[in-house]
């Protein structure tokens, strides 16, 4: 018999020592004991205290509202407090909520893993789950640089990026994202890595080149890791398929692995269900986060083909894949993630897309049409809106840019976090054509004021 635990009224403050708060305003409790990420605190303001959020809309503790023109760091698929995601995870949550996933299994696991590799390319064969985009990577660098220990090939341990991409925040994938300040204190502890120019127009047969020069050396080079299409952080920077198609198909032909990060661009955010569905030659592991559970939980993925894999197999222990967290597939996070997918294969959301994807295509072509001279570039892909504005500096994410964008669409009630002198968006789905068109206009007045 399950037992009543409305408790709230009982809860009391366990050590009688603990300072009660006096502040009743959340933003000022929040000063006192939060470190929040990438946020410079002796100059940033008080954070927004939210207290509720329902489809594209946040609401703070005042009342007012926010469209979230960026799906809360990219993470929200059909919008907030979605009440099919919500029902699936609270019945998953009186079923089993949490079991070492070393040596034991459970159905929205299993599940989860059956889906996913019923929508990846069918070369995938295997899926490892993590807890979020940067260990996904890590996976992978770890899967890739293992395999070819396993099999005898020791010196095969380098890395071939993109220069300018972002894979994370903890060691492994700093050492593979761009140089700059986000990990200069670190630099020390980065091993070497083998970067690309980003194969943008003008630059791709730069690229392929530097490639090709790095391949005459494939067997000390372990994999190749990309952003498929869109680099995120780097400032929204798009390139073209066709460029891809050959990079990927340049590395596989010298054996080298090959790894798709589509923790941003993966669950529809290009227009298709993966970045990689726009090229023929596929990567031999994927990554993925952000949107896999619809933004309700987190959760990553590493998925690799049977070849990789066998290469774990062997009496000898010590060939394990020795990785592992404590919440790996967590079968609450497994379960939003399947309920997300419910929706994301619903017709009416891949209508959607297209439709999010035409109205930002025609918004591009108005911005082209005004030749505004605030603008240098407007960029579309998918359901992805990049305008990078002109600043005599050069494009930076350090730009003063920044801050006066940030402030100007708070005070209009959006929720837009520039890269610098980039602005863009990346909204839930479900955002109505009335949100868009007044986000747009926002985007035209600001450009004026600027």
Excluded at 339 to 345: G, H, P, R, Y
């Amino acid at each position: 018999m399950k037992k009543d635990y409305s408790i709230d009224e009982h809860l009391e403050f366990p050590v009688e020592n603990v300072e009660k708060p006096v502040i009743t305003n959340l933003s000022e409790r929040d000063a006192k004991v939060v470190w929040h990420p990438f946020t410079q605190h002796h100059t940033a303001p008080f954070s927004i205290p939210i207290v509720r959020a329902e489809g594209v809309y946040l609401f703070d503790e005042n009342g007012k509202r926010y469209i979230d023109a960026i799906s809360s760091w990219w993470v929200n698929l059909h919008g907030h407090s979605h009440p099919y995601i919500a029902q699936k995870v609270a019945e998953q949550f009186l079923k089993l909520e949490q079991v070492i996933f070393a040596g034991f299994t459970h159905e929205p696991a299993v599940s989860l893993a059956e889906r996913l590799l019923g929508i990846l390319p069918s070369h995938q064969a295997k899926v490892f789950y993590s807890d979020n985009g940067s260990t996904s990577i890590e996976v992978a660098l770890k899967m890739a640089i293992q395999y070819f220990h396993n099999r005898g090939f020791e010196k095969r341990n380098k890395i071939i990026a993109l220069s300018n991409g972002y894979h994370g925040d903890t060691f492994g994938t700093m050492a593979v994202g761009a140089k700059s300040a986000f990990n200069a204190p670190f630099e020390p502890f980065l091993y070497e890595t083998c970067y690309l120019p980003v194969p943008v127009a003008g630059q791709e047969q730069e690229a392929i080149a530097q490639m090709k020069k790095y391949l005459e050396n494939a067997d000390e080079i372990a994999a190749f890791i990309f952003e498929p299409l869109i680099q995120g952080a780097g400032g929204m920077v798009m390139y073209e398929p066709e460029v891809l198609e050959e990079l990927i198909t340049l590395a596989k032909n010298k054996g080298v692995i090959t790894i798709a990060d589509e923790i941003m661009t993966g669950f529809g955010r290009t227009g298709k269900m993966f970045a990689t569905d726009y090229i023929h030659t596929k990567p031999d592991i994927y990554c993925m986060s952000k949107g896999l559970t619809g933004g309700a939980m987190a959760l990553g993925v590493t998925t690799c083909t049977q070849e990789i894999f066998d290469a774990f197999l062997s009496e000898d222990r010590r060939k394990t894949l020795f990785h592992s967290h404590s919440f790996t597939a967590n079968p609450l996070a497994c379960t939003a993630a399947l309920a997300s997918l419910d929706l994301l294969l619903l017709p009416e959301t891949q209508t959607q897309i297209k439709h999010l994807q035409q109205s930002h295509e025609r918004f591009a072509q108005r911005l082209s049409a005004q030749k505004a001279s605030a603008v240098d570039s407007v960029r579309v892909r998918g359901t992805i809106l990049a305008i990078e504005i002109h600043t005599e500096e050069g494009t930076s994410y350090f730009s003063n840019i920044r801050d006066m964008a940030y402030n100007f669409f708070l005070e209009k009630g959006i929720l837009m976090r520039p890269l610098g002198n980039i602005i863009y968006l990346l909204t839930p789905y479900c955002i109505q054509q009335e949100d868009l068109d007044y986000v747009y206009a926002c985007i035209e007045e600001f450009l004026e004021f600027k």
